[in-house]
């Protein structure tokens, strides 16, 4: 075995996932009372204990304490700026059977995968606009859109952006390694949700049921060199309170370990979708703030990316809460910039151009970021 990678094999943030999963959440929740969830919020730094307390139902009362630390905290780390990207969806084809998502497997949709012509194409497209970061997807197809294919995109879209990630398919160390010499410079996985049993349910069928090996995929990405790695839950699928806490659990391991690497989260929510599968669990838009605050508290440094899931008017308001990135003239489908009349992976909710977001952040007095790094 390669002794560079051979940490892969030793060590896994299932380990440290494992001390809370017979966690009692409600009795930790509980036994907090007021004065705790204030002492929290003058301390400098947080354990994980303190962020699962600022997540409780005890701390909502004290959300404008929070939020006003938050803002004080991501101005002093990161400025009044906005780091603004956009999606590329190169492929659709997918063969899991992800109970929530518009394009697993059974969905009746065109599927399609973009040629390097259509690439440049789409690429031309969103280079116009300003941004210089980009985020490409697929499906989860390693046979339609294998790693060959996303190299030989990559290449192509260097041409037109500085940064450029990808949210894909798990992959082995040595591919994540590939990819990054090819020209990525990050990646976005989400683990969808964290709790086994749960995953298991609505994964039934595709490689994606692996649950250790899509865990560990962040870490993998890490070894083999990324600059940034965002995770994530997708909320709606489980007890919010208990999936922000993972995710923060998450990304604090990922941080210590890698302390190279800029470790930032997503705290997406369902959208509708082509499979129509409804939410377990409502989460509010002040669940949302409750969530992005706590972590900003946690994790003073950490990157927190609000994509156009969520409404213009609810993006507006999280600009000033911790956000550090954000979406912008956003298409959900493969080649959709092109051609109008392709189906997307979900609904989007803020449909707003780039220079629209723009313009809004310079009304509140943020600077927009079309380029923060350059891929040499």
């Known amino acids: 075995m ?15 996932l494992e001390q809370y999963e017979k966690f009692n959440y409600d009795e930790f929740f509980a ?30 009362k004290h959300l404008e304490a929070m939020a006003q630390k938050a803002r004080k905290l991501t101005i002093q780390h990161f400025g009044k700026t906005m780091l603004l990207y ?10 899991n059977q992800c109970l929530y998502c518009g394009f697993n497997v059974k969905n009746k949709l065109p599927r399609k995968k973009l040629t390097m012509d259509e ?8 280079a116009d606009s300003g941004l210089k970061h980009l985020l490409i997807l697929t499906g989860e197809s390693p046979k339609e859109s294998p790693v060959s294919y996303i190299i030989d995109s990559v290449k192509i879209l260097r041409k037109h952006f500085t940064c450029i990630g990808m949210e894909v398919y ?31 349910e609505l994964h039934p069928a595709g490689p994606k049921r692996d649950y250790q090996y899509r865990l560990d995929a962040p870490e993998r990405a890490c070894q083999a060199g990324v600059r940034t790695v965002n995770i994530g839950a997708l909320l709606g699928l489980n007890n919010w309170r208990t999936e922000a806490f993972l995710t923060g659990l998450h990304a604090d391991y990922l941080q210590q370990k890698y302390p190279e690497v800029e470790v930032s989260i997503s705290p ?23 969530y992005i605050v706590a972590y900003r508290l946690f994790m003073p440094r950490g990157g927190i990316t609000v994509s156009t899931r969520e409404s213009g008017d609810l993006r507006n308001h999280l600009v000033n809460l911790g956000v550090t990135k954000m979406s912008a003239g956003v298409c959900t489908a493969v080649g959709g910039r092109v051609e109008k009349e392709n189906v997307g992976q979900f609904e989007i909710s803020d449909s707003r151009s ?5 313009n809004m952040l310079y009304e509140n007095g943020y600077q927009p970021l079309y380029k923060d790094w350059q891929v040499l």
């Open 119 to 126: 690439v440049d194409s789409e690429a031309k497209i969103i």
């Open 170 to 200: 798990p992959l082995s160390t040595e591919e994540y390694k590939d990819s990054v010499e090819a020209g990525i410079d990050g990646l976005t996985i989400y683990q969808e949700v964290y709790d086994r049993d749960i995953y298991s």
């Open 2 to 16: 390669n002794k560079e990678f051979a940490r892969d094999e030793v060590m896994s943030f299932i380990n440290a």
């Open 86 to 95: 956009t999606p590329m969806y190169l492929a659709n084809h997918c063969i």
């Open 31 to 60: 036994r907090l009372t007021d004065n705790d969830i204030q002492r929290i919020i003058d301390k400098n730094r947080l354990t994980i204990l303190d962020y699962l307390a600022l997540l409780s139902p005890c701390a909502e």
């Open 268 to 290: 997406p929510r369902m959208r509708p979708h082509l499979g129509g599968y409804p939410p377990k669990v409502i989460v509010s838009d002040k669940n949302l703030v409750q």
């Open 354 to 358: 780039v220079s629209e977001m723009a």
